[in-house]
């Protein structure tokens, strides 16, 4: 359908609502699936017309489309039951139960009996969670507060509930106008035509009656008929009409100092007065749900409702890139299992908060600012008042690198600030902070620069930009994204807001307006709209878009106090903490929409100096340094919820900092210290990465560590999502560091004399025995056929495995007791997984054998689609019910390999049986463009968005780097093969990039190596020996510390990743306990995402087996250290540590 008609369908629904035609207006509604009448909605359910609810539902969403639209109908159905039970109807609640909610029992088996025993009661308020429920009248209005918030989130509901900003009789007018053209075109036009029909072309003429002729012959339709919703539109459809341009972000409405005035759409009193504001400067509201409890993975925001609905093929950022994926929805009465908890309802408590002191860290300056490592969430880095920046590992307890404030390069910095140095080369830190995959640290300085370092893993942190960026002091930075770009974002004394590459540090933007010094920056973005809070120290808070349009927002913060602003974790939610010059401290909740503050928090005390520092943490709490404590609160409350002293020994206002779990809390201590304060879940993780027994009895008094010598630097990688970041001075950015818990490697405080020692006694780790791991074969009752390919999905909570018949196997883990955080483990078993209709996910195998195919399959970054092909056609699955979505690109040739763009989910690289590789746009479906350099097929396929590059491997051995902006060519290189070595004909290639995205793992059967991407220079290799076997598969660990290493042989080989040593063999004896076959052995591994130490394993025979070390190891062995020889094998026959003996 065509915008216009569209539109056109709106001004039909404003006539008929104009002309009282009530019944016809929602008809009309429900069928176009234009515009959700949210009135109309509320009435119905507040009296009770549940089959008209679900028949007006209908028109926008079913049941099984997203998991909000299966909360909606379910509270629906939910309450009708209660209803028929309440007014002692068995009969009717009993065919309620059979026929309404039977179909909620595939997702939530327990939930469904527990609502089934409801009928043996005889008041169902007996039961302890419907205790409260009160009349029908009270329930429904509780209920239809949680409805609203389900329908306001639910991507099918975009853009729908709002109707188009029109005058009155907008139909009436337009048919006017024409009538009026139609007279000026009369040869003779009379001064009063009598009009007297629209059925045909006006005319003054003599011949027609009425004023009127015949219409033309020719006639031109400008708008089409209205189709109704139709199936999934084939490939190469357009869709009924394009996507609009994206608008200006709407969340900055409210925030207009004068927002235009908005004409209401209709004269008449009827349920049609939705407008929205039209205002260039204006940012659309998003629909952004919550991303906090993962208890269920795949009902996903989007499904194939959407698709069939609005737009062409092709997958939209909700589809593919969900940066909301929806895990945290509201819960009423018997809250459902499947969708979890909301702001308002939420399962976690003050006992989840982190305040038991665990240890103390002394540096040898006063803390400024802190940030955990988005990804190893026991790195924390530490800035002082000195200029002194530290990293610390909380597993081992030692101080990892060090570095002290000095200008790199004094020649090339301004005249003012080599004036300043020259008098005082000293600076004090206001910023440390990671990048949101923690490749990089930013250092934001008292003097005029920031330093930016690239962080390689291990002890490797190296010199990356200096940037003269603020007369004065600098007093904020901040990682964002606009362009798909990753930017640094500052602000300082100079009043300036600026935005430098961080790539070369060339500057983008520079945004001029506020009146005092600008004290933080708050980088943000919501649907695809990135943009910018800045708050000064006159209190004035203003927004910008990255253009040169001026500032969108100017407004006071409350008390006009210097202000951080920070978003909940899921970006749904926006918070302010700041102190004014009368020492007066606010912490408020904003409504964006509105620009006002929604919620102000109580029991911030009056300070002498100083500005209080918060953070926020599981979308659930927030936390404030004030008055030698730290405060919690509860987000939807506005009274302190608890504190926590820390032991004693704080100063007034501590700087404060949760890790990105939330299970750990970084609070600066007197005495230059920092005291880390952790719950169970935190005090576990240490225990887990510590390499001796932890002892419990010692969280209370804190072990003070003492710090070690000088060291370098740690790793990378995380997803973007907002977040807050610590401040003491001038404070700070909200680029969310989401990444997820990883162990560090675990390295013991130790004197000279025992690192020789340990040099001399290092052996090889060897696990040969079932009780020296921890293995799990997951169940199965499907038939069995080898594991072609196997991954973990992002979330962690499931693995996915593709078998060589073209079927897909998922297993996915609940959170219990035994599994408290319901992802991937080997001491509790999964469920494989399948919907309630039992179908499987089957690829398109065409004519050919899938035993001689080539399978591979991608992910999407939500975890809601699996692309994937099995020699046949490319399908698209609907991972919540397994639905094939559609099918495109049939053979020949046939896809080998398939790879989603990292910045443009629309983008897919596909590489095909006959060595091309083909650049897919989804969204109009069609080949963007061919590369073609490989001689054989395509094997493997790996996205840089730090080198813009695509790296692709063959069955050839040859690796090709490819710019993703212009898709051309940029070098090649074929593996060293060792001499003498028969390779197989089409011996797979595969690539990885390491967490910095600079450095690619090549994985061959003959040997694994490690390449600079760029230029392709071989940087270290390691050979397997002839004699041993080839490797069938190798992995990276999620935090590119280890990397895993499958041999035909069936053992497995752990290799630290920065020098290729093994240091741990596990034999298959250890992972099969029962009866190994010496036929079946690893065809492809797996690692999880945020468990560097966990993997799983494909086998011939069809098994899955996840592996662990054991609880009291923790990893996998010791590194050899470099007195050993540490370093690259680059011969076959090498006869050293590394090579494994088998």
Not at 26 to 45: A, I, P
Not at 182 to 205: A, E, R
Not at 531 to 538: G, P
Request: one cysteine or more.
């Amino acid at each position: 359908m065509s915008s216009l008609s569209r539109e056109l369908v709106f001004l039909i629904l404003q006539f008929l609502d104009e002309e009282k035609f009530k019944d016809s207006v929602h008809r009309l509604e429900q069928e176009s699936g234009f515009f959700f009448n949210m009135r109309y909605f509320e009435e119905m359910v507040t009296n009770g017309d549940w089959d008209e609810v679900e028949k007006y539902l209908s028109g926008f969403t079913k049941v099984d489309d997203n998991r909000y639209s299966m909360k909606i109908f379910f509270e629906i159905r939910k309450q009708k039951y209660l209803e028929a039970l309440d007014g002692k109807d068995r009969a009717k609640a009993v065919d309620i139960l059979v026929k309404d909610l039977k179909v909620f029992s595939a997702f939530n088996e327990d939930l469904f009996k527990e609502i089934t025993q409801l009928l043996t009661l005889d008041n169902f308020r007996e039961n302890e969670q419907l205790s409260k429920y009160g009349d029908t009248k009270s329930a429904r209005s509780i209920m239809l507060v949680e409805l609203k918030k389900l329908i306001e989130a639910n991507p099918l509901f975009r853009d729908k509930l709002t109707f188009p900003n029109l005058k009155n009789s907008r139909l009436r007018t337009l048919i006017n106008q024409s009538l009026n053209w139609q007279h000026q075109l009369c040869k003779n036009p009379k001064p009063n035509p009598d009009i007297k029909t629209l059925f045909v072309d006006h005319s003054c003429g003599q011949s027609q009656p009425n004023g009127a002729r015949a219409p033309s012959p020719v006639t031109n339709q400008l708008m089409g008929a209205v189709p109704k919703p139709g199936g999934f539109p084939p490939l190469g459809a357009h869709g009924p009409f394009q996507p609009a341009p994206a608008p200006l972000p709407a969340s900055l409405a409210g925030w207009m100092a004068n927002p235009s005035p908005v004409p209401h759409p209709s004269a008449s009193a009827g349920p049609m007065g939705f407008a929205t504001p039209n205002n260039t400067a204006i940012i659309k509201r998003p629909r952004t749900p919550p991303t906090n409890n993962a208890a269920m993975d795949y009902q996903t925001a989007d499904s194939e409702h959407v698709l069939k609905r609005s737009r062409p093929f092709g997958m939209s950022d909700e589809v593919l890139h969900n940066n909301s994926s929806v895990n945290n929805l509201p819960v009423n009465i018997l809250p459902v299992g499947y969708p979890a908890q909301t702001h308002g309802q939420s399962s976690y408590s003050s006992n989840d908060l982190p305040k038991d002191v665990v240890m103390t860290l002394n540096q040898a300056s006063s803390v400024k600012s802190m940030d955990f490592h988005p990804v190893q969430q026991i790195l924390l880095l530490v800035g002082t008042n000195t200029g002194e920046i530290i990293l610390w590992d909380l597993g081992s307890r030692e101080r990892l690198a060090h570095r002290i404030f000095k200008v790199w390069d004094l020649g090339k910095c301004s005249v003012p600030l080599q004036g300043s140095l020259s008098t005082d080369y000293t600076a004090s830190i206001n910023r440390v902070i990671w990048s949101p995959d923690g490749t990089l640290f930013g250092v934001a300085y008292s003097k005029h620069i920031v330093h930016i370092y690239t962080y390689h893993g291990g002890e490797d942190v190296r010199n990356h930009l200096e940037i003269d960026a603020h007369a004065g002091s600098v007093n904020d930075l901040a990682f964002s994204y606009p362009n798909k770009q990753l930017s640094v974002v500052t602000c300082g004394e100079d009043r300036f807001i600026k935005v430098w590459d961080a790539v070369t540090g060339a500057k983008q933007y520079i945004f001029e307006g506020h009146d005092a010094p600008v004290y933080s920056v708050c980088p943000h973005h919501k649907e695809n709209i990135q943009f910018i809070f800045s708050t000064a120290t006159d209190g004035k808070i203003k927004a910008w878009l990255y253009d040169n349009l001026g500032s969108r927002v100017d407004y006071d913060a409350p008390g006009h106090s210097s202000t951080t602003m920070a978003y909940s974790a899921d970006g749904t939610r926006l918070f302010s903490c700041g102190t004014n010059k009368e020492g007066d401290s606010y912490l408020v909740e904003w409504n964006e929409s509105e620009g006002a503050v929604k919620r102000t928090y109580h029991g911030l005390g009056k300070r002498s100096a100083g500005v209080v520092q918060f953070d926020t943490t599981k979308n659930r709490f927030l936390a404030a340094g004030d008055e030698y404590t730290v405060k919690f609160w509860d987000v939807d409350g506005v009274n302190l919820l608890t504190t926590a002293d820390a032991d004693g020994g704080l100063p007034a206002s501590p700087c404060i900092r949760f890790n990105k779990e939330g299970i750990l809390l970084a609070v600066s201590a007197n005495d230059n210290g920092v005291k880390i304060l952790a719950n169970a879940d935190g005090i576990r993780l240490l225990r887990t990465v510590e390499s001796r027994p932890f002892d419990a009895s010692k969280v209370g008094p804190a072990a003070v560590v003492k710090a070690p010598a000088m060291g370098a630097f740690g790793t990378p990688n995380a997803s973007i999502g907002p977040s807050i970041m610590d401040r003491a001075a001038p404070v700070a950015s909200i680029v969310a560091l989401n990444g997820d818990n990883r162990s560090l490697v675990d390295v013991k405080p130790r004197i000279t004399e025992e690192s020789a020692d340990k040099s001399r006694i290092w052996k090889l780790t060897e696990i040969n025995e079932p009780s020296q791991c921890r293995s799990l074969r997951l169940p199965d009752n499907l038939a069995p056929t080898k594991v072609s390919r196997l991954m973990y999905t992002n979330s962690a909570f499931a693995i996915l495995a593709l078998s060589a018949n073209a079927v897909h196997k998922l297993w996915k883990w609940q959170r219990n007791d035994r599994n408290i955080t319901g992802k991937a483990t080997a001491t509790v078993a999964p469920q494989l997984w399948q919907p309630s209709s039992g179908i499987l996910m089957t690829n398109d195998i065409s004519d050919t054998n899938p035993e001689d195919a080539v399978p591979c399959f991608a992910l999407s970054k939500n975890d809601s689609y699996v692309m994937s092909a099995s020699g046949g056609k490319i399908s698209l699955f609907n991972m919540m019910t397994f639905k094939t979505m559609t099918t495109f690109m049939p053979p020949p040739p046939a896809a080998t390999f398939l790879a989603f763009h990292p910045q443009d989910n629309n983008i897919i690289a596909i590489g095909m049986e006959d060595s091309s590789i083909q650049i897919y746009n989804v969204r109009v479906d069609e080949v963007k463009t061919k590369l073609k350099g490989h001689q054989k097929r395509i094997t493997g396929l790996a996205f840089s968005a730090v080198l813009n590059v695509l790296v692709s491997s063959g069955a050839d051995s040859q690796l090709c780097v490819w710019s993703t902006d212009g898709w051309d060519k940029q070098t090649s290189k074929y593996l060293q093969i060792p001499s003498g070595r028969t390779l197989s004909p089409l011996a797979d290639t595969r690539v990885q990039f390491h967490q910095d995205q600079i450095h690619v793992l090549a994985v061959h059967e003959t040997q694994i190596a490690i390449y600079e991407a760029s230029k392709l220079e071989c940087l270290k290799q390691w050979v397997t020996r002839e004699a041993n076997g080839p490797i069938t598969h190798a992995a990276y660990s999620c935090d590119s510390q280890s990397i895993y290493v499958s041999f035909e042989d069936a053992s497995v080989g752990v290799f630290t990743a920065s020098t290729l040593r093994l240091r741990c063999r596990i034999s298959q004896a250890a992972y099969i306990p029962n009866n190994p076959s010496m036929g079946v052995y690893p065809l492809v591994i797996a690692t999880h995402p945020t468990e560097p130490n966990q993997f799983a394993l494909g086998l011939t025979d069809g098994g899955v087996y996840v592996i662990e070390p054991l609880e009291t190891e923790g990893r996998w062995g010791t590194s050899p250290p470099l007195e050993n020889g540490a370093g690259p094998s680059a011969a076959s026959g090498a006869a050293n540590p590394d090579q494994p003996q088998r």
